[in-house]
């Protein structure tokens, strides 16, 4: 089926909608309605005769009651857009299954059956991505979340675990490689040039940790042996002539497997760990069983092509996949609610490898930009959800930055009230008591409370309520103490209109003005709507230094002078509070600004303050590279947005940039200098050199936003002298905002240097999407016809098209084509990639906090989104909720 490339008129549309029945809203699945299955499936055999536009599927099915199950005789068995081209029960062929909507029916009379079903699927007219689809030539699955049932009729919900061996023949020339989960049991040579393999996984699993691949792959091989001696065959798959760019991903794998040795006690538990690199991949990457499959882009890295952040990315992709082999997949989730079980937790485990690996201040400073970026928006809008959903409709929509990332900072809180060492006994006793299972998200919770010893009966709330509570604090002094009153609000959320207070633990200091240190940093948890807390021994009001380390996932808002601000951006001992001062002296000031409550006096006066904290941050000898570059990072739009009710993007936008020109023009002296001597440290991988490329690029941005002149002509030197992917990205990143020829001879220069290289041009196409040019809307049209330019590939989809959406210059342009813009691009891509595709809505889902006029052109692209005929469940569920 190709409805990608059968573009209908207008016309024949307008006919279609007339014609078909009013689209049925699609079901909702509600947490509290789970039910145990009735009939368990304790082990499977599939059959795979593998070809690229056929593939045949036997799948021989072990099935038996579950005690704990309903008594039905019905086996029911999940299907998606599959027929059942025989059904055998005990090795008899059957006639009297039965198909619900797109599952089978199958009526079984005794305890336990074999159930043997044929399904044939077309893997190249997978565009969806999800099942069994072919990529460049090769076979590969994606399970998660509800891919199996395209694949083979099947119970396909987490709670049903199986033990799976796996058969596939195929022609040897096309498909020279072939894996499985778990181990390769036997292999032989067919008739007519084909090949098979056998592969058992030992670990019963559930569908979605699933996976196949096939096809012509070169490995970089190595080993692991872990702390109880047992010999790992390590494999990073690739095409050929690509192996060289996995070093990296391996070197990353195998400290993944030493770190959770040591972090979390977990040992890996199979003889073999593949993983494979695929070009045509929605999210970034999967932890099938032994066998993990990533997007190219978390894979390959070489410094002439990936950035200091895609070496990041690699980093802590590999360690989040891995580490899922015991959060996620050996204890796994009882249901789809249940999802931030394995995410949050797991996104914890990677974020703390990598703060173990690299720098912990930066890394932190990094997954809180992430979490404000992303998760703050999502939950102040209208598909705010809390970390465990109650209900969906389709659950990709909820692999979100709600479940994962405050998913993680949930349980990064418990770490924070227990302390490291209890954390572990509380992680410990989970993965003790619950291994093998599929559980939920109350059994974890249950576990750091035995284990860690705390009380987290009113922590649980974390759980069940969406939105990011606000702590007010407010400061009073009297004699010798010091009192802060915090008050706590959550604010409404679809559904949940009301909430209940939360436990919010606060690390604390408060700052002696005149000694300019703290008596010792405490960590308070405010438990109620509100709460006062006194501390003695200040003769002088002190300097307040509040959720340090970003230790509760919450809005601080407290008034503070400038002053104040000033003061801890330059003398904080916690690197995340001297950030944090820093983002809240340029927010206060934007947010002021944009408003217009500033006088053009105290306009001036916000712009000295973060001037003279900038300069403080530019010649502070005693902060490294890296963190310097941290520091000298704005606030972005989209958090900047945040702050206000209803927010006008293009003029917080300006604002900015207007604040970059300033700081630019007026440290254009200092930025020079330190872009000259970091320009002089010679590419390594180290922290200092890495430190050097960081802060280059936040000079450069600045340099160029005061004297674009000067910008452009330290920029195509830089670009022209790099010798290195960050270089050459940060020096283009510049030129792109720029009008003139240098802009045209680096971007021809990319074009031409990087041809053949997908991930590279990738970069190209979004430097240009994200760029600031007064044109940029233009520039993204004509991309979309270049050559390079597809839809069906959702790493190029997302380089043009989600750093446009991403980018309020050209999405929030006020003549509403940023909007159009998207809503057409999820009109044309849904047919192809409704997964894929739902991630753009969220945008213009935003509309009730952007001003009137801007909201109108957004609502209206979303109503006609809404009004396309045959819209997938993923968009409609999204838009739906947008517009309600
Ligand atoms: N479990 C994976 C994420 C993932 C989810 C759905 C997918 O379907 C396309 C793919 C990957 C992870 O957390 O890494
Ligand atoms: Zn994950």
């Keep these: 089926m190709d409805i990608a490339s059968t573009p209908s008129t207008p016309d024949a549309d307008a006919q279609i909608a007339d014609a078909a029945p009013a689209p049925q809203a699609p079901p909702v699945i509600r947490r509290e309605d789970y039910q145990p299955p009735a009939w368990l499936v304790p082990q499977i055999a599939l059959d795979f005769r593998l070809g690229i536009e056929e593939t045949r599927v036997t799948a021989r099915l072990s099935v038996r009651r579950n005690p704990a199950g309903s008594a039905a005789s019905t086996l029911h068995l999940n299907g998606d857009q599959l027929t059942p081209l025989a059904v055998r029960v005990d090795g008899e062929a059957v006639n009297d299954w039965r198909m619900d909507g797109a599952d089978l029916l199958v009526e079984l009379t005794g305890e336990a059956h074999e159930v043997e079903i044929e399904t044939s699927v077309n893997p190249a007219a997978n565009s969806q991505l999800m099942g069994l689809y072919a990529s460049n030539g ?29 058969r596939m023949a195929g022609d040897k020339g096309q498909f020279p490689i072939l894996l499985s989960n778990g181990n390769c049991t036997a292999t032989g040579e067919g008739e007519d040039g084909t090949h098979w393999a056998e592969w058992h996984d030992p670990w019963p699993k559930p569908a979605y940790l699933f996976a196949l691949v096939a096809g012509d792959l070169v490995a970089n091989h190595a080993q692991f042996t872990t702390r109880s001696g047992r010999r790992v065959d ?50 970034g990457a999967m932890e099938n069983k032994g066998l993990n499959v990533f997007n190219t882009r978390y894979v390959l890295a070489e410094p002439e092509t990936a950035t200091d952040a895609d070496y990041d990315g690699i980093e802590s992709v590999i360690g989040h996949e891995y580490f899922h082999n015991w959060s996620g997949n050996r204890v796994t989730c009882r249901d789809w609610f249940q999802l931030s079980l394995k995410e949050g937790f797991t996104v914890l485990r990677d974020q703390l490898f990598s703060a173990d690996m690299g720098s912990e201040a930066v890394k932190r400073i990094e997954d809180v930009r992430v979490l404000r970026a992303a998760q703050f928006p999502e939950d102040s809008g209208p598909l705010a959800h809390p970390i465990r959903p109650d209900s969906y409709q389709e659950i990709s929509n909820f692999y979100t930055a709600t479940v994962y990332n405050k998913g993680a900072e949930v349980i990064r809180m418990m770490r924070t009230m227990a302390g490291p060492d209890r954390f572990r006994q509380g992680t410990d006793l989970y993965f003790d008591r619950h291994d093998g299972e599929a559980a939920t998200c109350e059994d974890f919770v249950k576990a750091i409370e035995d284990g860690a010893g705390l009380d987290l009966r009113q922590f649980r709330l974390w759980y069940a309520q969406a939105g990011t509570p606000q702590v007010a604090v407010e400061a009073s002094h009297e004699g010798d103490v010091a009192t802060l009153t915090l008050t706590q609000t959550i604010p409404a959320t679809p559904g949940q209109p009301e909430k209940q207070a939360v436990p919010i633990p606060l690390r604390i200091a408060l700052f002696d003005r005149d000694s300019g240190r703290h008596a010792g940093e405490r960590l308070i948890v405010l438990d109620t709507d509100s709460r006062s807390f006194a501390f003695e021994g200040f003769a002088r009001p002190p300097v307040v230094s509040i959720n340090r380390g970003f230790s509760a996932p919450v809005a601080i808002d407290m008034e503070r002078s400038n002053e ?55 010649s502070d000898d005693g902060l490294d590279d890296l963190m310097r570059g941290e520091l000298m990072v704005l606030p972005g739009v989209a958090y900047l947005a945040e702050q206000v009710l209803v927010a006008d993007p293009a003029a917080i936008h300006e604002e900015r940039e207007g604040l970059k020109a300033w700081l630019g023009s007026e440290l254009a002296e200092s930025l020079v200098a330190l872009h000259d001597r970091v320009s002089g440290v010679p590419y390594s991988r180290d922290a200092a050199a890495r430190g050097a490329r960081k802060t280059k690029a936040q000079a450069l941005v600045l340099i160029a936003a005061g004297d674009p002149a000067e910008g452009a002509r330290r920029a195509i030197a830089q670009y022209r002298a790099a010798d ?53 809307l233009q520039h993204i049209e004509a991309l979309s016809q270049h050559p390079e330019f597809t839809l069906n590939n959702p790493n190029r989809a997302r380089a043009l098209y989600m750093t446009a959406a991403v980018n309020p210059k050209a999405f929030h342009d006020a003549s509403g084509a940023g909007y159009r813009m998207i809503g057409e691009l999820i009109r044309k891509l849904d047919p192809i990639n409704p997964q894929t595709t739902a991630r753009f809505v969220p945008q213009l889902g935003r509309w009730r906090r952007i001003e009137p006029a801007r909201a109108a052109m957004m609502r209206a692209e979303l109503e006609k989104i809404a009004a396309q005929p045959g819209l997938s469940r993923d968009v409609r569920e999204q838009v739906s909720k947008s517009l309600g």
Excluded at 251 to 271: T, V
Aim: overall charge negative.
């Design 564 to 618: 104040d601000l000033v003061f801890l951006a330059a003398h904080d001992d916690d690197p995340f509070a001297r950030y944090e001062a820093m983002q809240s002296l340029v927010v206060q000031h934007l947010v002021a600004a944009v408003g217009g409550g500033l006088s053009e006096t105290a306009r001036a006066e916000g712009r000295k303050a973060i001037g003279q904290a900038f300069a403080a941050v530019l």
């Design 138 to 166: 090769m076979l590969c699955t994606q399970c998660e979340a509800e891919g199996f049932r395209r694949i083979t009729f099947f119970p396909d919900r987490p709670d049903v675990l199986s033990t799976y061996s796996v």
């Design 724 to 776: 290195n992917m960050t270089d050459r990205q940060s020096a283009l990143t510049v030129l792109c905002n720029l009008e003139g020829p240098e802009r045209e001879e680096a971007l021809a220069d990319f074009l031409r240097r990087y041809q053949g290289n997908a991930l590279v041009i990738d970069k190209w196409f979004a430097l240009q999407a994200g760029s600031f040019h007064p044109q940029v």
């Design 234 to 283: 390590l494999n990073i798959w690739v095409r050929s002539g690509d192996e060289q760019r996995t070093q990296h991903a391996m070197d990353s794998l195998i400290n993944s497997m030493k770190w959770d040795e040591e972090a979390f006690g977990r040992e890996y538990d199979l003889d073999l760990f593949n993983v494979v690199a695929v070009s045509d991949f929605n999210m």
